[in-house]
């Protein structure tokens, strides 16, 4: 009985040693993939910031108005207002 237990165990860690191995090997290949995908594409989205409410977004979701950019239209209406909510 106790051999028995000692080969089931054995098994167990080779089992996990094998899992994570595997595992660790998939992270780092995906991890390689991500950067090769984030070289391929340049970083060219510039983040504004929403003067009425000060949150950060990238400038394809912003509402631009000259130099001015807002999160969405009430906000770029309360911008309009004049900062009367301020
Ligand atoms: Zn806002």
């Excluded at 089931?8 to 995908?37: C, D, G, K, P, T």
């Excluded at 108005?65 to 239209?73: I, K, L, P, S």
Aim: aromatic letters at 8%.
């Amino acid at each position: 009985m106790g051999k028995l237990l000692f080969w089931v165990a054995l098994i167990a860690l080779v089992y996990l040693a094998y899992r994570l191995f595997v595992i660790s090997q998939r992270r780092r290949e995906a991890a390689a993939r991500a950067a090769r995908h984030a070289g391929a594409q340049p970083p060219e989205e510039r983040m504004v910031r929403c003067a009425h409410c000060g949150v950060f977004l990238p400038s394809s979701d912003a509402l631009i108005e000259g130099d001015r950019a807002w999160c969405d239209r009430a906000h770029r209406e309360a911008g309009r207002a004049g900062h009367a909510g301020e």
